[in-house]
């Protein structure tokens, strides 16, 4: 193609960019590539844009298809969008990411169909926009997210060891020694009733907060490491429910199953755990519910746990500053593998729902 057809494509080009040309522009800036193709693919018009970027190739890109430049797979994609337009007469959005000089480039393309007076399409306008940048900082973005949610999922294995291992010491260490001071309280007891009665009331005293503190120190056990969840996942639930009923008694409890030999993996099963303990605890902080259901059905592809409380509610749009609770619950599913919904409004109660994947359930004959 001869340089002054070149230039006169440029000029008619500047001057379309300038009016509209009557051509439809969804939105194309000047710094968008524009070029227009005839309905074999082939370019009849490529703006001043490309003419720069392209230098000395703008002679080949100009009055070729796309199958023949680019070429190759994009060029494949590109003609078939085009081919798309003409058979369906409708805009057409995609991506195509081609190697340019150093990096990978991606360019958002809009095609839109041009027709006559006669309604009959003649040609096809492209308009692009290189999204090169942004796809970069959108896969950086994905990139620092997957690597805080590794963060977090690690801490989280950390800490659970770590209150596994606090919840033995304080079990094997204190627990030992708590019983074995309320052994020489009894025998106290016996050997000095008879002949110093005024030692009694005291003894009895030191007895029953011995007692509390015994039951103070297997009660942090359970939360640190709920030695029910060595029962299985099922008693970890009852023992949660059993303890929100103690630290909640005006509130009515059930819990509703199916499944009843349902089994999960430790990791997940610690990992519900928490979720249903930081739920509950929300209900006693915030709800204020008479009612609460904490439901498991097991089927055929997942599990589903459902707790549902008739309190307060709240906006699940509001921002609560220094509360992680609930984002503990959600990075919890999400560490999972499994999916978490959140209904809630103002006087409407709350409910929470975990699909729970069924790769994660052992079967019996797994153990
Ligand atoms: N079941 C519920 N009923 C009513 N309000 C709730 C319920 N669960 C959560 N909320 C509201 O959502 C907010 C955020 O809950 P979240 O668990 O994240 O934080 P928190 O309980 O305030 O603090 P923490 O970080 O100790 O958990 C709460 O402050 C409360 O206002
Ligand atoms: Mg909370």
Avoid at 54 to 63: D, P, T
Avoid at 109 to 122: K, M, Y
Avoid at 245 to 253: A, D, L, M, W, Y
């Amino acid at each position: 193609m001869h340089r002054s057809r070149l230039r006169s494509t440029l000029e008619s080009g500047a001057r379309l960019e300038k009016t509209g040309g009557g051509i439809p522009h969804p939105g194309g800036k000047l710094s968008d590539i524009i070029c227009r193709h005839e309905l074999d693919g082939r370019r009849n018009y490529i703006n001043p844009k490309i003419i720069r970027m392209a230098g000395s190739m703008a002679l080949v890109i100009m009055n070729s298809t796309p199958l023949e430049y680019p070429g190759g797979e994009e060029g494949r994609l590109y003609q078939d969008k085009i081919d798309e337009v003409i058979a369906t007469g409708q805009r057409v959005e995609f991506e195509l990411t081609w190697n340019s000089y150093e990096s990978p480039a991606c360019t958002l393309i809009n095609l839109v169909p041009e027709r006559d007076s006669h309604g009959r399409i003649v040609s096809v306008l492209a308009i692009g926009r290189d999204i090169t940048l942004l796809k970069r900082f959108r896969q950086d973005l994905e990139r620092s997210r997957t690597q805080l949610r590794e963060l977090v999922a690690h801490r989280e294995r950390t800490r659970e060891a770590e209150r596994k291992h606090i919840a033995r010491e304080v079990h094997d260490e204190l627990g030992q020694q708590l019983t074995a001071l309320n052994m020489e309280i009894q025998s106290m007891r016996i050997r000095y009733e008879k002949c110093t009665p005024q030692l009694q009331a005291q003894l009895d005293r030191i007895h029953t907060q011995l007692h509390h503190t015994i039951a103070y120190a297997r009660n942090l056990v359970s939360r640190l490491r709920p030695s029910a969840l060595d029962m299985g996942f099922i008693a970890a639930l009852e023992w949660l429910v059993e303890d929100f009923k103690q630290r909640n008694p005006g509130c009515e409890c059930r819990l509703i199953l199916d499944g009843s030999d349902l089994c999960l993996t430790e990791e997940v099963a610690i990992a519900v755990f928490r979720i249903v303990q930081e739920s509950l605890t929300n209900i006693i902080k915030h709800a204020h519910a008479t009612q609460v259901h904490l439901m498991l059905h097991e089927l055929e592809t997942h599990v589903l746990l459902g707790i549902r409380d008739n309190g307060s509610g709240f906006d699940t749009k509001g921002h609560y500053k220094e509360s992680f609770g609930l984002v503990g619950i959600k990075e919890r599913a999400i560490m999972i593998g499994g999916e978490l919904q959140l209904f809630s409004a103002p006087g409407r109660g709350t409910y929470i729902e975990l699909h729970i994947p069924g790769t994660h359930i052992e079967t019996k004959e797994d153990e």
